[in-house]
């Protein structure tokens, strides 16, 4: 079928006023008009086939609409070049995916909004009677910044507002740094949870990993990172740096310090003397206090297991005496500095089977005093009460006394304590 351009492709002879027209030009005129004639009937009737179905036309000449009613709403689709190539038509109210359209300045209605993939309100725009301030999102280079700004006037602010009582998040890395709650107050976010922590040898603690085991580290700037301990870290005493002692030689009877410790790609453990400021490998900057481990005479890790802010051990007999006014007692060899309180049982004997009173408090003013009182009705036989988690207020340090009419012996046996805030 011909193009339409070529319709108006007609040959026509010129004659002037009073002229003559040959026969001949009456017949070559007549037949070019019935010929263009034809093929305008022509074209119009391809025009008219199929141009509502569900199949493709066959013969597609440019100019050619085609309304595929396939689906509902139908598709309209135009031949532009008469070699078959159609384009879609873009419909007022049809589902579309347009490609490479540049758009530059499209407009919403008041409260239009984005959609995401399933229609959903993504990003509502909000219209406001003569705006001159906006936001202006731009991307970035490599190595740089994507920016969220305001943009308008010379000294414009942004309103970031949460819904009711919801509070705002900053996140870095995939986890939320600052919270500002309804109120204003604005929250450091730290998770610590799920930490375990054992001897596991004379020489060597375990990090128990857990998919749930959470720490947060802060650097020297109070700069705080959510890490996710996920696998088992195994330091050793016997080893220098990461995962070993932060610097000198390992000491008997001492106690050391274990610290979290994080270079921004590996998570490791690290020993110090210092409950408070170890010596960190180098490329090192993120820390957190964990817990803490004794090494005794012998140079050798004592048993522990922790839980959280938990500790417990083997118990250790504190041997505490026979005063009978309140005393203090050291227990430097089985709890840390970083202890805030001792757990254990009280033992008693006496020379002279009578009622004896032992009394444990925090302090030598008696303060978070706790009474036993041991009905002994065989001499030379000791009796046990368990103690109650009692308050360091000092560190690795209680009081006590004893009280009966001959010289009863009290001891205390340590078996645990707790950390005020590992965890």
């Known amino acids: 079928m011909p193009a339409i351009s070529a319709v108006v492709a007609m040959t026509f002879v010129t004659h002037n006023d009073g002229d003559i027209i040959p026969a001949v030009d009456w017949n070559n005129g007549f037949n070019s008009t019935k010929s263009r004639i034809s093929d305008l009937n022509t074209i119009v009737a391809d025009l008219e086939k199929n141009d509502a179905s569900t199949t493709e036309p066959t013969d597609k000449p440019e100019g050619k609409i085609w309304c595929d009613t396939t689906n509902d709403p139908a598709q309209l689709y135009f031949?532009?070049?008469?070699?078959?190539?159609?384009?879609?038509?873009?419909?007022?109210?049809?589902?579309?995916?347009?490609?490479?359209?540049?758009?530059?300045?499209?407009?919403?209605?008041?409260?239009?909004?984005?959609?995401?993939?399933?229609?959903?309100?993504?990003?509502?725009?909000?219209?406001v009677a003569s705006a001159v301030n906006e936001l202006t999102l731009a991307n970035a280079a490599t190595a740089a910044d994507p920016s969220f700004t305001a943009s308008g006037e010379t000294n414009v602010g942004v309103i970031i507002a949460g819904k009711g009582t919801g509070n705002l998040k900053l996140q870095t890395n995939g986890s939320t740094r600052y919270q500002i709650d309804d109120?204003?107050?604005?929250?450091?976010?730290?998770?610590?949870e799920n930490l375990k922590l054992a001897q596991t040898s004379v020489t060597q603690v375990t990090l128990t990993g857990a998919a749930n085991c959470f720490l947060t580290l802060y650097d020297t700037n109070d700069?705080?990172?959510?890490?996710?301990?996920?696998?088992?870290?195994?330091?050793?005493?016997?080893?220098s740096g990461v995962n070993g002692l932060d610097t000198g030689a390992e000491a008997a009877s001492t106690w050391y310090h274990i610290w979290a410790i994080y270079d921004g790609t590996?998570?490791?453990?690290?020993?110090?003397?210092?409950?408070?400021?170890?010596?960190?490998?180098?490329?090192?900057?993120?820390?957190?206090?964990?817990?803490?481990?004794?090494n005794s005479a012998a140079s050798n890790f004592v048993a522990f297991a922790q839980k959280g802010n938990l500790v417990v051990c083997p118990a250790t007999d504190v041997v505490v005496g026979t005063d009978t006014t309140y005393t203090n007692v050291s227990l430097t060899a089985v709890v840390p500095t970083t202890a805030s309180s001792v757990s254990g049982y009280i033992g008693g004997s006496n020379g002279?089977?009578?009622?004896?009173?032992?009394?444990?408090?925090?302090?030598?003013?008696?303060?978070?005093?706790?009474?036993?009182?041991?009905?002994?009705?065989?001499?030379?036989?000791?009796h046990y009460i368990p103690l109650a988690p009692l308050a360091l207020f000092t560190a690795q340090q209680i009081a006590y006394l004893v009280a009966g009419a001959s010289t009863p012996n009290a001891d205390l046996f340590v078996s645990g304590w707790n950390y005020p805030d590992v965890v």
């Open 79 to 127: 031949y532009n070049d008469g070699v078959a190539t159609k384009s879609e038509l873009v419909s007022r109210t049809a589902t579309q995916t347009l490609t490479n359209k540049t758009l530059t300045a499209p407009k919403f209605a008041d409260l239009g909004f984005i959609a995401d993939a399933n229609g959903n309100e993504l990003l509502i725009l909000d219209t």
């Open 352 to 382: 002279t089977a009578e009622i004896t009173k032992f009394s444990f408090a925090s302090d030598t003013t008696g303060l978070g005093e706790q009474n036993f009182r041991m009905d002994i009705v065989s001499v030379g036989t000791s």
């Open 266 to 294: 590996t998570k490791a453990l690290l020993f110090s003397t210092s409950a408070t400021a170890p010596t960190m490998p180098s490329g090192y900057t993120y820390k957190k206090y964990i817990g803490a481990v004794y």
């Open 223 to 239: 700069r705080g990172i959510v890490l996710n301990f996920t696998a088992n870290i195994v330091p050793a005493i016997t080893a």
């Open 183 to 192: 109120k204003g107050a604005i929250t450091q976010i730290s998770r610590n």
